[in-house]
């Protein structure tokens, strides 16, 4: 497992391209502006005169509300504002509504380098765009070692030590119609307290490696339909070489968890020897975890019924378990 060391940080041109923005300050180039932090602000206050408590790391979204002070306020007094706005050197400032602001700021901003957009969407529509893509974007990251698949719905990661049989486990589910989200490498974004969120490294994306084949195109082999850019990891399966001497969970009773970010999830430990059918044994893994989450669990429901038995036998042992 490794951490990503570098603060994350996203490129407004990649801002720009992603919201379908408009970039008004042509001589700045978009790709040499960075946004750090997922939050955004609307600078209502700021517009007054009010400087205390910005934060000028967050994007500005500029609304109708907004829009429309500014186009009142008295010339001398919005000369002074427009400077000491963008002289704060915030990552960008996005206009909504198709709302064009004044010559004098789009000049402004040029000189003191701040990126001004344009946006045809709504206020509010463009906040919670921007704020849940930036979450994505900008959460804590590290990359690990494994294989990452959409089967049913959920999210399976699938690790192990190297030549165990991961790749070869999602080909087999990749022809059996579920989804490739990433070989090899996986980047687990925490986006929540409750979600993590994995994908592939762009460099790798859509590619597994198969010893003694080599590298397979899965995008281009079996279709688009078979891939999958970002999926949401609900479970994570550790294979491991099969050994005598070790007891494996056989009711599952209760849940093992691993731990990525901070975040908990369901992990079980599958041993591997000749003859076992991984990707079947990986959906019915898939298929047991989302009953579960759906309120059924089928180790629970047979320790009802033998309970059940035992009591009408006049037995309350349950040593069947043991």
Known sequence: MRRNSDKPRVKVSTLAKKMELTNLTISLDLDEHFITVPDINRPSLQLTGFWEYFDTSRV???????????????????????????????????FC?????????????AECGVPVLVSEKSTSMLTAEVIRWLHVQLAPMITIHGVLVDVYGE???ITGESGIGKSEAAIELIKRGHRLVS??????????????????????????????IGIIDVKTLFGV??????????????????????????????????????????????PVRPGRNLAVIV????????????????????????????????????????
């Not at 070989?183 to 003694?212: M, Q, W, Y």
């Open 97 to 109: 509504r198709n709302k064009m602001p004044d010559d004098e700021f789009v000049r402004i901003a």
């Open 60 to 94: 500005q979204i500029v609304g109708l509300v907004e829009y429309v002070y500014m186009q009142q306020m008295d010339p001398e007094f919005r000369s002074r504002i427009y400077h000491e706005f963008l002289e704060q050197k915030v990552p960008a400032i996005i």
């Open 225 to 270: 339909e078979c891939v999958k850019n970002t999926q949401t990891i609900d479970l994570v399966l550790h294979l491991e070489d099969w050994s005598s001497e070790k007891e494996y969970d056989r009711m599952g009773m209760e849940d093992q968890y691993i731990e990525y970010l901070g975040n908990k999830v369901v992990c079980h430990h599958l």
């Open 283 to 322: 959906e019915s893994a898939a298929v047991n975890h989302r009953q579960k989450k759906m309120g059924y669990n089928a180790a629970h429901e047979l320790y009802k019924r033998v309970q059940n038995n035992l009591r009408n036998r006049g037995d309350d042992s349950d040593d069947i378990f043991y």
């Open 183 to 212: 070989d090899d490498v996986v980047e687990i974004r925490k986006v929540s307290d409750d979600a993590l969120v994995g994908s592939a490294p762009e460099i790798t994306r859509h590619f597994i490696e198969l010893r003694g």
């Open 155 to 157: 999210g399976v990661l």
